[in-house]
């Protein structure tokens, strides 16, 4: 057998070595039922309860955002996001959170926001004026 | 019945011609293609010519079209014919005209035109300079031209559509109400969404058409690797190769820096790379086509790996369609913060890349055979030897990027076969891609260190295994003491850091001793040294800068034991002309002013040494961007202090709510309690605030008092927000407003301005005691008296005439023939003077007037002046030019009755900014690291061009 082989042999082994290690980093989608039950980080796809309270007082502390989300089996809870509250945030349409439950809240370390395009919202208006 | 709607004012010919011409660029493509492939499987033969004609003939057509497509797509937008939907999404009449470039790429169809335009400017170069390789190549790129102008074709197939017309109208792709109007173009001008203002920027000028110039760039190694295996001429296809995959890696990696340029200087991202899909798919390609230009060296060399490099110019390309496919299906929606909007080409995308795809494993299989096979086995101390596994590093390096990349694909593919995978993004991303990563740039480092002291084609080891064993320990020692000192500037962290800092510093000093002792200062060995050396420079860089960036923006104070460990406070308030000493800077927010539709916040920091003196100084300027009407911020952009060794950066996180959006500024005032007060000039009033305190456990109330007293009136008062105009009647209260309790004292001046029948109001705040005063048409009334209850008396003067007045002393001194006066506007042809009158009165004060006397269209205006001080009111009514005699109405009025103002209490500051500030030591490592880079692509490029021998 030629070097080349045996090298390249011990290549695709580390390659698939890698890649399964790799995978073990892909994370699912969780809920707020699971992230009590799990003691670490997990995420969290939901949508913004805008009825419920959203707090954020930067002359207090501008690092102390709280809101309340409903995950994807409508369990509602409160986050708290130790950041500043981002721009146009009552406007999105799905948050995904990363962080974990601490007594009865969410802490996020970490906060994905999807905003609608601003196209959908002209034509919306558009739709909606009847001019 | 429905009748044809007869349209107004609508430019129909440019929507007809780009439909034409976006066809004829289609099914020239096409015509071209095939062509050339005729053209090609008859090489040698007497049709030959004939066929190439044809494609030439096909290709020139193509070219015109797209090029005519693309300039009339231009045209609409610069004349913003709105009827375009294209228009209507990316133009705006506020839009200067120097984004109509951005503007332009700012969506699919535009960004496609783009991608295209470079692959006829390219493709022409090969028409011209290609020789045998013409014929085959342009066969596969007008192949790639066909699917991506499929993309604009704007079609349709039963209910199937085809592309996306960029010139397709606006009604013909949106059926709304808007449309029954015959003349609805003259209302769609104020819809037009414009230029996202995240990309009024001139990044977004030279980003994109340098990427796509990139993205282009790698079809033509790729045309060549089919090309060479079509022909079966793999040794002539070496040289064309290696220049255009050096072309391409050159530029390609031009135009990722760029956008991590833009995203570290203008965006608010806080770096420069963050493992983005979008980012990783554009990276990919680039290591691949950095990959196959390392095979190609050593096939050019020596005669191995010419397969691996026609694997790896495909794969390139393969993967530049894959990231095309994923950026623009919408597929990346939930894991990528800049993705393109989701259009309906999913399919023709996928279609694009699996046709190349199976044309390029066609290929490579029948063509692949022919492939000479290497006589002798390699050393493992040979140059190609080591040149290969650094190949294969930058092999690995993609799978692992794409393995993660691609996590929404597998979502998809799953769907597809009825499961919900609901796979996501690792939780800790970055660290997810440096843990793998790091190990990437550790054999990177050790295999460009080495092989610069190996030789190709080893065949005598022995002779010269000792200079290689002296060359690379001595670099290795030099290396590792060079590691001890770095790591006493910055902070390294893991062991695999530490020797992957090891390896960076040890190819630098491998390269720097290949070109000053080992080697010689000639061709290739420039371009690798300047590209190797450059490597180990832009990792120390990222170390640098990446893993110990500092916030300077936590605030000590505000620690709660309840933050999670892995989480800093990465924001700071600052109230305005307040300093803050946080992490060695003294931090002062100084003040903001507004250019254009920018705002700019005046941050100083400051750094004082033991013996408190100032030893570092300076102004960062964040801004806040708002929309073309001032309702909102569109975007915060970050202001950077550059030093040699570090950078300072910062952008705005927050202002106070009614500040960044005039929505919220209305519910903060609409939910403020104003109370009417009235009171004397001069008579301070008592006003008792009950506020609830709800901090520290405690829940009680506490009465506030203020002493707020009227201390004047000022008639042309000056208010941030107001602009005076001709004939506005304004009114400003100056009060002053003690607060006890602190023994501090506070003035503030509301204003209010009526003008014709408007009135407009501007408030005043005492941001430290949360008190906000308003006026109303009350205080007008209180104080304006209506002209007919003045009783004026008339007086005839001249100049120097003295006179007396309800014991006032006045005095006409001269006139004024350039009047300056709150209500007057000067205007071209208008005649004024004004009458300088001098008022003294028995206490000894002294005041001015200057009423005025304008003509102004032949028509006199008398602008009155008073003295509210003393409540004095003269008017100017007449003059003599004969005589110099000028006729004045004066009258007295004083303030008698209390005026009335409004007052809330609870009020909400405005007058802070919150900060995000970080230091990135050693961030000039990552720029000089990367652009050595990409001149040593360069310089590789130019070299093999000139290189005509081999």
């Given at each position: 057998?030629?070097?080349?082989?045996?090298?390249?042999?011990?290549?695709?082994?580390?390659?698939?070595?890698?890649?399964?290690?790799?995978?073990?980093?892909?994370?699912?989608?969780?809920?707020?039922?699971?992230?009590?039950?799990?003691?670490?980080?997990?995420?969290?796809?939901?949508?913004?309860?805008?009825?419920?309270?959203?707090?954020?007082?930067?002359?207090?502390?501008?690092?102390?955002?709280?809101?309340?989300?409903?995950?994807?089996?409508?369990?509602?809870?409160?986050?708290?996001?130790?950041?500043?509250?981002?721009?146009?945030?009552?406007?999105?349409?799905?948050?995904?959170?990363?962080?974990?439950?601490?007594?009865?809240?969410?802490?996020?370390?970490?906060?994905?926001?999807?905003?609608?395009?601003?196209?959908?919202?002209?034509?919306?208006?558009?739709k909606e004026s009847e001019i | 019945m429905t009748e044809e709607i007869q349209y107004i004012g609508e430019h129909l010919i440019f929507g007809k011609v780009g439909y034409f011409v976006i066809l004829l660029g289609f099914v020239s493509a096409l015509f071209s293609c095939i062509s050339y492939f005729f053209a090609t499987n008859k090489e040698g033969t007497s049709e030959f010519q004939s066929w190439k004609r044809l494609g030439r003939i096909g290709f020139t057509l193509h070219g015109v079209s797209i090029y005519t497509t693309i300039f009339l797509t231009f045209y609409i937008m610069i004349q913003k014919y709105y009827e375009y939907s294209y228009v209507f999404e990316h133009v705006s009449d506020d839009l200067p005209f120097k984004y109509i470039f951005s503007a332009f790429w700012e969506g699919q169809e535009g960004s496609f035109m783009l991608w295209m335009f470079w692959h006829i400017f390219l493709g022409a170069i090969i028409l011209i300079k290609g020789g045998k390789w013409e014929a085959p190549v342009l066969s596969v790129l007008m192949a790639i031209e066909v699917f991506i102008n499929s993309m604009i074709l704007g079609i349709h197939i039963g209910t199937y559509k085809i592309g996306a017309n960029p010139l397709a109208l606006f009604r013909d792709t949106a059926a709304i109400p808007l449309f029954n109007n015959e003349d609805y173009i003259t209302q769609l001008a104020q819809f037009a969404d414009g230029l996202n203002p995240l990309l009024q920027n001139y990044w977004m000028t030279i980003h994109p058409p340098t990427l796509f110039l990139g993205f282009a760039s790698t079809a033509i190694p790729f045309a060549f690797a089919i090309a060479g295996l079509w022909r079966k001429d793999h040794k002539a296809s070496l040289r064309p190769m290696l220049r255009w995959g050096l072309f391409s890696g050159a530029i390609l990696g031009t135009g990722i820096l760029m956008g991590g340029a833009w995203a570290y200087e203008a965006l608010s991202f806080g770096g420069y790379w963050a493992w983005d899909p979008v980012e990783n798919t554009s990276l990919v390609p680039w290591l691949l086509v950095v990959a196959g230009i390392h095979t190609n060296l050593i096939a050019k060399a020596t005669g191995y790996s010419i397969k691996s490099t026609y694997l790896f110019y495909i794969l390139t390309f393969i993967m530049i369609l894959y990231s095309t496919t994923l950026t623009r299906s919408g597929v990346l929606g939930d894991t990528s913060v800049h993705a393109f909007t989701e259009m309906g080409l999913e399919n023709q995308l996928l279609l694009f890349i699996i046709f190349f795809t199976l044309l390029s494993i066609v290929f490579m299989v029948t063509g692949g055979k022919s492939v000479p096979a290497p006589e002798k086995e390699e050393t493992i101390f040979s140059k190609e030897f080591w040149m290969f596994m650094g190949s294969m590093v930058l092999l690995f390096s993609g799978i692992l990027i794409t393995f993660t990349t691609s996590i929404p694909v597998y979502n998809k593919i799953a769907e597809v076969f009825g499961y919900d995978l609901g796979l996501t993004t690792p939780l800790e991303p970055i660290e997810?891609?440096?843990?793998?990563?790091?190990?990437?740039?550790?054999?990177?480092?050790?295999?460009?260190?080495?092989?610069?002291?190996?030789?190709?084609?080893?065949?005598?080891?022995?002779?010269?295994?000792?200079?290689?064993?002296?060359?690379?320990?001595?670099?290795?020692?030099?290396?590792?003491?060079?590691?001890?000192?770095?790591?006493?500037?910055?902070?390294?962290?893991?062991?695999q850091y530490y020797l992957m800092?090891?390896?960076?510093?040890?190819?630098?000093?491998?390269?720097?001793?290949?070109?000053?002792?080992?080697?010689k200062v000639k061709g290739m060995n420039i371009s690798s040294f300047t590209a190797h050396a450059g490597f180990g420079i832009m990792i120390i860089g990222i170390m640098a800068s990446g893993l110990n960036k500092q916030y300077i923006s936590t605030n000590p104070f505000a620690q709660r034991g309840l933050i999670p460990e892995d989480m800093i406070n990465q924001n700071v308030i600052l109230f305005e002309s307040d300093p803050m000493f946080i992490n060695g800077y003294q931090v002062t927010y100084e003040g903001d002013s507004i250019v254009d539709n920018t705002r700019y916040f005046k941050?100083?920091?400051?750094?004082?040494?033991?013996?408190?003196?100032?030893?570092?100084?300076?102004?960062?300027?964040?801004?806040?961007?708002?929309?073309?009407?001032?309702?909102?911020?569109?975007?915060?952009?970050?202001?950077?202090?550059?030093?040699?060794?570090?950078?300072?950066?910062?952008?705005?996180?927050?202002?106070?709510?009614?500040?960044?959006?005039?929505?919220?500024?209305?519910?903060?005032?609409?939910?403020?309690?104003?109370?009417?007060?009235?009171?004397?000039?001069?008579?301070?009033?008592?006003?008792?605030?009950?506020?609830?305190?709800?901090?520290?456990?405690?829940?009680?109330?506490?009465?506030?008092?203020?002493?707020?007293?009227?201390?004047?009136?000022?008639?042309?008062?000056?208010?941030?927000?107001?602009k005076p105009e001709m004939g506005d009647l304004a009114l400003g209260l100056k009060l002053k407003v003690d607060y006890p309790a602190d023994s501090t004292s506070y003035t503030a001046e509301p204003v209010i301005v009526l003008r014709g029948s408007l009135l407009f109001n501007y408030a005043a705040q005492i941001n430290d005691l949360a008190l906000k005063f308003k006026l109303n048409e009350k205080t007008l009334d209180a104080i304006f008296i209506p002209e007919a209850e003045l009783a004026y008396q008339t007086m005839d003067l001249k100049v120097g005439d003295e006179f007396n007045f309800n014991g006032y002393k006045i005095?006409?001194?001269?006139?004024?023939?350039?009047?300056?006066?709150?209500?007057?506007?000067?205007?071209?042809?208008?005649?004024?003077?004004?009458?300088?009158?001098?008022?003294?009165?028995?206490?000894?004060?002294?005041?001015?007037?200057?009423?005025?006397?304008?003509?102004?269209?032949?028509?006199?205006?008398?602008?009155?002046?008073?003295?509210?001080?003393?409540?004095?009111?003269?008017?100017?009514?007449?003059?003599?030019?004969?005589?110099?005699?000028?006729?004045?109405?004066?009258?007295?009025?004083?303030?008698?009755?209390?005026?009335?103002?409004?007052?809330?209490?609870?009020?909400?500051?405005?007058?802070?900014?919150?900060?995000?500030?970080?230091?990135?030591?050693?961030?000039?490592?990552?720029w000089l690291g990367t652009i050595m880079m990409m001149a040593g692509l360069f310089i590789g490029m130019f070299r093999s061009i000139r290189d005509k021998v081999t």
């Open positions: 057998m030629k070097k080349f082989h045996i090298i390249g042999i011990v290549m695709i082994l580390v390659a698939i070595a890698a890649l399964f290690m790799a995978s073990e980093d892909i994370a699912t989608y969780s809920t707020f039922a699971e992230a009590v039950k799990v003691n670490g980080k997990i995420k969290v796809a939901g949508q913004l309860v805008m009825e419920k309270e959203m707090y954020y007082d930067p002359e207090k502390d501008p690092n102390y955002f709280t809101f309340h989300i409903k995950d994807m089996e409508g369990t509602e809870k409160k986050v708290i996001l130790y950041g500043s509250k981002p721009q146009d945030f009552e406007m999105s349409e799905q948050i995904v959170l990363t962080g974990k439950m601490s007594g009865d809240d969410f802490v996020a370390t970490d906060m994905l926001t999807k905003c609608p395009s601003k196209y959908k919202e002209e034509e919306m208006f558009l | 997810h891609y440096n843990k793998y990563q790091v190990w990437i740039a550790i054999f990177i480092g050790l295999f460009s260190a080495f092989s610069q002291f190996l030789r190709y084609r080893e065949f005598n080891w022995k002779g010269h295994s000792k200079k290689f064993a002296i060359h690379a320990a001595i670099s290795m020692l030099i290396a590792g003491i060079l590691t001890y000192v770095t790591a006493l500037w910055i902070n390294v962290g893991i062991w800092l090891f390896f960076a510093m040890f190819t630098i000093i491998a390269n720097i001793d290949m070109i000053t002792f080992f080697g941050v100083n920091y400051q750094r004082i040494d033991k013996m408190g003196n100032r030893y570092e100084s300076f102004d960062l300027y964040p801004n806040a961007l708002y929309n073309a009407k001032f309702t909102k911020v569109a975007s915060f952009n970050p202001s950077t202090q550059h030093y040699l060794d570090r950078d300072i950066f910062s952008h705005i996180a927050g202002l106070p709510p009614g500040e960044a959006d005039i929505e919220d500024a209305k519910a903060k005032e609409d939910s403020l309690k104003y109370y009417s007060y009235s009171s004397l000039l001069n008579t301070p009033i008592e006003i008792l605030d009950t506020v609830r305190v709800t901090e520290f456990g405690f829940d009680t109330t506490v009465v506030k008092k203020f002493l707020v007293s009227i201390e004047g009136i000022n008639k042309s008062p000056v208010h941030h927000e107001y005095n006409f001194s001269n006139f004024e023939k350039d009047p300056v006066h709150s209500g007057y506007v000067k205007e071209e042809g208008d005649i004024a003077v004004a009458a300088v009158l001098n008022v003294n009165d028995t206490e000894g004060n002294n005041y001015s007037a200057q009423p005025i006397y304008l003509i102004r269209g032949n028509r006199p205006f008398v602008l009155k002046d008073e003295v509210s001080e003393v409540g004095l009111h003269f008017q100017f009514v007449k003059i003599d030019p004969a005589t110099g005699t000028v006729t004045l109405n004066i009258a007295q009025h004083t303030q008698q009755s209390a005026i009335p103002f409004l007052m809330a209490a609870n009020s909400y500051r405005d007058d802070y900014i919150v900060l995000e500030a970080i230091v990135f030591p050693g961030i000039n490592f990552f």
